[in-house]
T-cell receptor, first 111, second 113 residues
Framework: QKEVEQDPGPLSVPEGAIVSLNCTYS??????FMWYRQYSRKGPELLMY????GNKEDGRFTAQVDKSSKYISLFIRDSQPSDSATYLC???????????FGTGTKLQVIP | DGGITQSPKYLFRKEGQNVTLSCEQN?????MYWYRQDPGQGLRLIYY???????QKGDIAEGYSVSREKKESFPLTVTSAQKNPTAFYLC????????????FGPGTRLTVT
């Protein structure tokens, strides 16, 4: 079983929809949670990061962490065609430990 | 214009040849990383360096080598000992030793035939 599980998709939604992207994990030591966006044939870019449980909002993006369920989510409101990309979740324990990445969910927003 | 550059974007090599992938950053970051990305798998850490002249093996270091002679440069050599070298290689850097805030380069697609 992988430490981090992420549905690969693809996920297709109409423009303007609310998108929910999710990851589950098994390592209870994970404390820092990140979401990266990766366009085709490009490097990932950091979208958001959160520490421990709770919500964090940045514009149309909201990151949510539920440590009791070992479940994290990224919500995208008013989705745009430019949001079409692969979204990678990532997480790590406390201290300067390596980051574990999910496999990514491919999102397509249809105009 | 600060950032991370990787060259070349596409690289083709014959089996049995060593090849070196370039990674340069002008962000003045202390730490640098090399990852490999394969379809259906998450990014896997090959090597990382938290300071000049020091580097550590990641999860899949076998068949790879690195050097960190300058703060801004972290080249990766894929040797002939790497059994399955065809992949998308990503270089990243972070301001300090904490890897959560990593900035990635555009990647190099290596194809070995």
């Amino acid at each position: 079983q992988k430490e981090v599980e992420q549905d690969p998709g693809p996920l297709s939604v109409p423009e303007g929809a609310i998108v929910s992207l999710n990851c589950t994990y098994s390592n209870s030591a994970f404390q820092y949670f990140m979401w990266y966006r990766q366009y085709s044939r490009k490097g990932p870019e950091l979208l958001m990061y959160t520490y421990s449980s709770g919500n964090k909002e940045d514009g149309r993006f909201t990151a949510q962490v539920d440590k009791s369920s070992k479940y994290i989510s990224l919500f995208i409101r008013d989705s745009q065609p430019s949001d079409s990309a692969t979204y990678l979740c990532a997480m790590r324990p406390g201290g300067y430990q390596k980051v574990t990445f999910g496999t990514g969910t491919k999102l397509q927003v249809i105009p | 214009d600060g950032g991370i550059t990787q060259s070349p974007k596409y690289l083709f090599r014959k089996e049995g040849q060593n090849v070196t992938l370039s990674c340069e950053q002008n962000l003045n970051h202390d730490a640098m990383y090399w990852y490999r990305q394969d379809p259906g798998q998450g990014l896997r850490l090959i090597y990382y360096s938290q300071i000049v002249n020091d580097f550590q093996k990641g999860d899949i270091a076998e068949g790879y080598s690195v050097s960190r002679e300058k703060k801004e440069s972290f080249p990766l050599t894929v040797t002939s000992a790497q059994k399955n070298p065809t992949a998308f290689y990503l270089c990243a850097s972070s301001p300090g030793p904490d890897p959560y805030e990593q900035y990635f380069g555009p990647g190099t697609r290596l194809t070995v035939t």
